[in-house]
């Protein structure tokens, strides 16, 4: 995943818009974010900074190749169980000790011309759809993201709408 995200990060050239989503496991760790790749069970609290890809280093480096806009679409916000008793023991432990009730991912800023989207407000978790492929977030994204000569403010307010309808229904 993290050679993925070089390669495309130099495919990047200035002046370009930059649309990068990523639906998936993610965890905030020591108030930083990070993106899960899909496959690695071998994450402990020693190397989850190491093995996971901290997602702030590649927004900053997306924007270090001066994008027209840089747009970050992110549908991880949901509760992720972690596969390493060790680590499940740990981020308990930094909960207790940071005293902090963080559940999802924490808010991100970027530089002027960012956009950053998640599934779900800030340290929040999101609702899968039910007995649905995708989450609500990716549902309404992909019945709205195709919407011709749409601004794409508009897209994600259309998007926030129907999964705050949606989440409510359940």
């Not at 924490?106 to 759809?129: E, H, N, S």
Request: charged fraction near 25%; hydrophobic fraction near 40%.
């Amino acid at each position: 995943m993290e050679t993925a995200l070089v390669n495309f990060k130099y495919s990047i050239r200035e002046g370009d818009i930059v649309l990068f989503y990523f639906a998936g496991h993610g965890a905030q760790w020591e108030d930083q974010n990070f993106l899960i790749p899909k496959d690695d069970d071998r994450m402990d609290a020693d190397e989850i900074k190491n093995r996971a890809i901290l997602i702030q280093k590649f927004l900053d480096d997306f924007n270090d190749r001066h994008p027209f806009v840089t747009i970050l679409l992110l549908d991880c916000c949901r509760v992720y169980h972690l596969r390493n008793p060790k680590l499940n023991v740990a981020l308990a432990r930094a909960k207790k000790i940071n005293n902090s009730q963080s559940t999802g991912l924490k808010q991100m800023d970027g530089k002027a011309g960012t956009l950053i989207a998640f599934a779900c407000a800030p340290g929040t978790i999101a609702q899968d759809g039910m007995n649905e492929q995708n989450g609500l977030f990716t549902k309404y994204l992909l019945e709205h993201i195709a919407t011709p000569n749409k601004d794409i403010r508009m897209i994600m307010a259309a998007v926030t709408r129907g999964v705050m309808t949606e989440s409510k229904l359940n």
